[in-house]
Structures are given as structure tokens and as C-alpha cells.
């Protein structure tokens, strides 16, 4: 079945860079997303990538696509206070729903 | 509307109570979904509207739960018999055509069964 897995939890100093991590267990995913989600705002799609690239970068965020592990990652460059959020990676099969994960807290302190 | 509208944005019903939550979606998008976000989980899809037919509704956990959107616009998801574990946050989103296009997320309705 469809089943998409990240860690819970991730701290980082401001400035650094932060890697989330996302495992997918359906290899036929089309599209791969990452959404924002801040305290009593809603889903903010950040990017998404087509299965069939490996990476995809738009300004301080970098996509890195391993379908062979079916790994996906997304890097956040110069990691600012305004970026501590939850971070959900998501996967759609026939493009009609989304599979979230549990999403992973970014904590950046200064 | 500028974005996915939803109201109420929070509700507190009694057990075994009838419950509405209304989703407003962006004008002109032709499709609609509604998933829901348990405490500490991600989001979970419930049910995906194209116009006013249901496309998918496969997500739906029973049939207490039900969704319309009679005139492919406001759609409104409806629980009957409300129990404590239907306690989430209940999203809507919309997207124009569906498919690959970007899908815009409402706010949520906090939906709280005491």
C-alpha cells in the first residue's frame, strides 16, 4: 500500500542548512510534493518534482529524488527563523489525492 | 474568493451530534477536496470532487460521513452521530482542473466531539 514515512523532528541554527528526509513506498508516484504548514495557517505548497527528474532547486530550496530508493529530500539553503515550520512531504499515484507523511517540525534557533 | 474558505473555523459538539463544516473553494476551480489532520498526523484524504460528482470518495472511513456539492462550487461535509475520534482538523482544497495543477489549501475547521 501507500505509505509515506519522515522523521519527526529537526533542529538547526540559523543560517545553516536544514535536509529533510522523506521515504515513499509506491513506486508509480507521479508527483512528489513538499508543503508548509505553520501554526494556525494552512497547507503552503513549497515545490513539488516529476517523478522522472532528480532534482529540482528554486531559490534557497534544493529537491533531491532517488526513485531507485525512493527517497526524496528537500534542502533548505541559509535556514532562517521564518522557516521553522511543519514540513510535509507528499506523494500522488493517480494525481486525484495526496499521501502525506507525519510531517517533520524544523526548529531553527538563532 | 482570494483563497479556500472554510467555516466554521472551529466547532465543539457533543457526542452523537450532526455536524457541517461548509468549504468555499477559489472561484472557477473546478475541483474540490476535503482530507482531515488528526493531532500529530499528517493530512488524510477523504473524498475529491470533480464539478459535483464525487471522483474518489474512497477515503471516506464510514458512512457517517458524507459530502455534497450540489452546484460544483461550496461543497459541505457532513458527520452524523459525531464520536470523540472524529476530533481533527478537517481540511479543504481546490485546484483548478485538478489533475497536476496546484492544489491550494483552506485553513481547516477544528472540529472538537466532547
Known amino acids: 500500500g501507500e505509505d509515506v514515512e519522515q522523521s519527526l523532528f529537526l533542529s538547526v541554527r540559523e543560517g545553516d542548512s536544514s535536509v529533510i528526509n522523506c521515504t515513499y513506498t509506491d513506486s508509480s508516484s507521479t508527483y512528489l510534493y513538499w508543503y508548509k504548514q505553520e501554526p494556525g495557517a494552512g497547507l503552503q505548497l513549497l515545490t513539488y518534482i516529476f517523478s522522472n527528474m532528480d532534482m529540482k532547486q528554486d531559490q534557497r530550496l534544493t529537491v533531491l529524488l532517488n526513485k531507485k530508493d525512493k527517497h526524496l529530500s528537500l534542502r533548505i539553503a541559509d535556514t532562517q527563523t521564518g522557516d521553522s515550520a511543519i514540513y510535509f512531504c507528499?506523494?500522488?499515484?493517480?494525481?486525484?489525492?495526496?499521501?502525506f507523511g507525519t510531517g517533520t517540525r524544523l526548529q531553527v534557533f538563532p | 474568493g482570494a483563497g479556500v474558505s472554510q467555516t466554521p473555523s472551529n466547532k465543539v459538539t457533543e457526542k452523537g451530534k450532526y455536524v457541517e463544516l461548509r468549504c468555499d473553494p477559489i472561484?472557477?476551480?473546478?475541483?474540490l477536496y476535503w482530507y482531515r489532520q488528526s493531532l500529530g498526523q499528517g493530512p488524510e484524504f477523504l473524498i475529491y470532487f470533480q464539478g459535483t460528482g464525487a471522483a474518489d470518495d474512497s477515503g471516506l472511513p464510514n458512512d457517517r460521513f458524507f459530502a455534497v456539492r450540489p452546484e460544483g462550487s461550496v461543497s459541505t461535509l457532513k458527520i452524523q452521530r459525531t464520536e470523540r475520534g472524529d476530533s481533527a482538523v478537517y481540511l479543504c482544497?481546490?485546484?483548478?482542473?485538478?489533475?497536476?495543477?496546484?492544489?491550494?489549501f483552506g485553513e481547516g475547521s477544528w472540529l472538537t466531539v466532547v
Open positions: 482544497a481546490s485546484s483548478l482542473t485538478g489533475g497536476k495543477n496546484t492544489i491550494y
Open positions: 507528499a506523494e500522488s499515484v493517480n494525481t486525484d489525492k495526496l499521501i
Open positions: 472561484s472557477g476551480h473546478t475541483a
